[in-house]
């Protein structure tokens, strides 16, 4: 079992739909995560990155956090074609001090015009 | 800020070949990470650098890569001799590195192809 599961998709949507990207973790040392985008053939970009569990928003983005059930979602609203993308989903284990993430295998989204 | 810049940003050698990575962290942040991406295994961690010191190196395939960061501005990965399976795409990654502020930052990564 992987230590961070994420469903690689594809994942296809019309415009103007709310998307929900999702990834569950096996180890509750996992503190920190974040969410990167990535276009094809360039390097992931920070998107979002959160500790608590909760909600927290940055314009169309939503990033949720359940620490008790060992899951964190993406949510994107009104999705564009421009969205279209892999989406990682990555985190952070803090039990021993390593500060490497540990990365989701992606999942593949494509927002149809 | 110009973000993490790498370079090459592809690199094509035979097989055998010595490979030199390079990268330029984010001004000001404490750590350097090397991931390397590929299809089948996605992103994985190479090695990590805290003020410079090799703090996690449990990622390096093999004595053939070797990593050094000589300050805080600049940081190599070597790959020496170079083989076909080494091909793939490597990033760089910086972090501010203090407490709380755990958050990466790509660089736009170097293609290698080993032939």
């Known amino acids: 079992q992987k230590e961070v599961e994420q469903d690689p998709g594809p994942l296809s949507v019309p415009e103007g739909a709310i998307v929900s990207l999702n990834c569950t973790y096996s180890?509750?040392?996992?503190?920190?995560f974040m969410w990167y985008r990535q276009y094809s053939r360039k390097g992931p970009e920070l998107l979002m990155y959160t500790y608590s569990s909760g909600n927290k928003e940055d314009g169309r983005f939503t990033a949720q956090v359940d620490k008790s059930s060992k899951y964190i979602s993406l949510f994107i609203r009104d999705s564009q074609p421009s969205d279209s993308a892999t989406y990682l989903c990555?985190?952070?284990?803090?039990?021993?001090?390593?500060?490497?993430?540990?990365f989701g295998s992606g999942t593949r989204l494509q927002v149809q015009p | 800020d110009a973000g993490v810049i790498q370079s090459p940003r592809h690199e094509v050698t035979e097989m055998g070949q010595e490979v030199t990575l390079r990268c330029k962290p984010i001004?000001?942040?404490?750590?350097l990470f090397w991931y390397r991406q590929t299809m089948m295994r996605g992103l994985e961690l190479l090695i990590y650098f805290n003020n410079n010191v090799p703090i996690d190196d449990s990622g390096m395939p093999e004595d053939r890569f070797s990593a050094k960061m000589p300050n805080a501005s600049f940081s190599t990965l070597k790959i020496q001799p170079s083989e076909p399976r080494d091909s793939a795409v490597y990033f760089c990654?910086?972090?501010?590195?203090?407490?709380?502020?755990?958050?990466?930052?790509f660089g736009p990564g170097t293609r290698l192809t080993v032939t």
């Open positions: 180890n509750s040392a996992f503190q920190y």
């Open positions: 001004s000001g942040h404490n750590s």
């Open positions: 990555a985190m952070i284990f803090m039990d021993t001090g390593r500060r490497a993430l540990t």
């Open positions: 990654a910086s972090s501010p590195g203090l407490a709380g502020k755990y958050e990466q930052y």
